[in-house]
């Protein structure tokens, strides 16, 4: 019975995200926002430097990433539950079985991408048994090479297009990342942790 109940609290909590971030996209949706295309590396290079920039760029990677305060400030264990939930959360939402276009679609945002990268960043090891099934098909078979390439697009995406110095609340309502994006991301977590 117990253990019955606790499913259903933790359905019922992953239900009450999902409407979080329905009633957010929906409330956003007229929002003007900057569409990011399928970025090239030539794409950012041939911005405006700012102090922000000054010669970062050329090596930018997760582990250099800055991130905003609260999420670098992380214990461990603060860190590892924010990561589980996450984790769990896109386990739920089944994306393997999604189509590209539901994959494509903008509905995990920034302090959850922020979390995630701090995750990576930390090298740290949290794997569950079913974990390579939550990864699309799409993503589970890109190649070592392309998949450095995509973390490296997301990271640059990031750094760039996040103010880090937003409110954590400002921040979960970006909505300006994809399943696509945190499967990427994921895949990198799964692949250290088998390493």
Request: some cysteine.
């Amino acid at each position: 019975m117990n253990f019955s109940m606790n499913i259903i609290i933790g359905l019922l909590f992953l239900a009450f995200i999902l409407l979080i971030i329905i009633i957010f996209t929906k409330k956003f949706k007229n929002i003007k926002k900057v569409n990011l295309k399928a970025v090239s590396s030539n794409d950012y290079t041939s911005k405006k430097k700012t102090t922000k920039d000054f010669d970062f760029e050329s090596s930018l990677k997760v582990e250099n990433l800055k991130l905003p305060f609260l999420i670098e400030t992380m214990t461990h264990n603060e860190l590892a539950k924010a990561y589980e939930i996450i984790y769990d959360t896109f386990s739920f939402l089944d994306y393997p079985n999604k189509s590209n276009d539901e994959l494509m679609k903008k509905e995990w945002h920034s302090w959850q991408m922020g979390i995630i990268f701090r995750y990576l960043a930390k090298n740290a090891v949290f794997i569950k048994p079913n974990h390579i099934t939550i990864i699309p098909k799409e993503i589970d078979t890109l190649n070592k090479s392309r998949l450095d390439s995509e973390l490296n697009l997301l990271v640059k995406k990031y750094y760039y297009n996040v103010d880090i110095h937003k409110s954590k609340n400002l921040l979960c309502n970006e909505l300006e990342w994809t399943a696509r994006d945190i499967a990427v991301v994921l895949k990198h977590i799964i692949l250290k942790a088998n390493n």
